[in-house]
């Protein structure tokens, strides 16, 4: 994963050293879902190492989430950012 001024961030954006579920270690991170996540998938495609520094975000992506079959919960829809979120950045996407 990421590091951000040596802060490990997800690649779509969370920062993973101030999450409850990563110090305990309950989430192992992204790299052990890289196959499967659809925003690490995108990523690689265009050659970003994080969803906030794609010049797309947010897109239709973030807007939607996307459906995942986890082992353990099931098939979620895994959407990180709120609507609210997603509306301020595409304002101050289009102010520039």
């Known amino acids: 994963m990421p590091k951000v001024n040596g802060i490990l961030i997800s690649y779509c954006g969370i920062i993973c050293e101030y999450c ?4 305990k270690k309950l989430c192992p991170g992204c790299d052990a879902h ?3 996540c ?3 998938k995108c990523l ?3 050659g970003v190492s994080n969803c ?7 897109c239709k992506l973030h807007e939607n989430g996307f459906k995942w079959t986890t082992e353990e919960y099931g098939e979620l829809t ?3 950012y709120s609507n609210i979120f997603i509306e301020l950045m595409k304002r101050i996407k289009s102010s520039k």
Do not use: Q
Not at 52 to 58: A, I, M, R, S, V
């Open 20 to 23: 409850p579920a990563y110090r």
């Open 34 to 36: 890289a196959n499967e």
């Open 38 to 40: 659809e925003y690490i």
């Open 44 to 46: 690689n495609k265009r």
């Open 52 to 58: 906030l520094l794609c010049t797309d975000f947010p």
């Open 78 to 80: 895994w959407k990180v």
